[in-house]
């Protein structure tokens, strides 16, 4: 019962000083967890995935040569360098733990009061990856998803970019999630040979499930730590 009381009081706690940061946990749960909005918002999460592939490309000296997204949701984002070696390790490392990361640094801006900065370096990085999208709905995604945050960034009122840019935030940290689930799954009905832990584990000999694995801790650390930073 004193736990129950404890647990009570948090809640209404964070009611009273946090309605905003709990409001857009709820959104953001609903459009992941909500199979007809994640089928449309599920994209926002390739864009930072395959994005995450490009960053750790160029950071391990490799040569960018595009990104594609899919209607179905999926990436391919393509690089050119040695056929093996930690650089294309690193490449392949990169992409799911990308959301659940972007999620994290965008929380910390948002809870130093920070949130316009959170949206603009999303413009940025949305800029940078539509420079190396190489098919049209690539294109129209990248560009959708940009209108909408330079919209709320440059016409928005403080309390809607704080607001928003939270709710961006949830939604990777929850998006990336749950795109480490379906990875899973996926493995588990027989569909291996071309993901990011089929090809990590073909590079280094480390079993494709010890690599899920991996990006499920970076990505559930990633989910506490937001939490963390954004309720504590």
Request: net charge positive; charged share 15%; proline share 3%.
């Amino acid at each position: 019962m004193e736990l129950i009381d404890e647990a009570t009081a948090v809640v209404t706690r964070l009611i009273d000083e946090r309605p905003t940061v709990l409001l857009a946990l709820v959104l953001a749960l609903v459009a992941v967890l909500w199979s007809t909005s994640w089928r449309w918002t599920r994209t926002v999460v390739t864009i930072a995935h395959e994005g995450g592939h490009a960053i750790t490309a160029v950071l391990a000296g490799r040569g960018l040569t595009g990104i594609r997204l899919h209607p179905d949701t999926s990436g391919l984002t393509v690089s050119t360098g040695a056929p093996a070696g930690p650089g294309l390790v690193f490449t392949f490392l990169g992409g799911y733990p990308a959301p659940g990361l972007l999620g994290l640094g965008g929380a910390v801006l948002v809870a130093a009061d920070r949130a316009e900065w959170a949206l603009w370096i999303a413009l940025v990085l949305l800029a940078a990856t539509l420079v190396h999208v190489r098919n049209l709905f690539g294109v129209i995604s990248v560009v959708a998803t940009g209108v909408l945050v330079a919209v709320v960034s440059f016409a928005g009122s403080p309390r809607l970019q704080d607001g928003f840019a939270t709710a961006l935030c949830w939604f990777l940290l929850f998006g990336g999630l749950r795109a480490v689930r379906e990875l899973q799954r996926s493995r588990r009905r027989g569909r291996r040979g071309s993901s990011d832990a089929d090809m990590l584990a073909r590079l280094t000999g480390v079993a494709g499930g010890m690599w899920a694995g991996l990006f499920w801790l970076i990505s559930g650390v990633a989910v506490i730590t937001a939490a963390w930073v954004l309720l504590g």
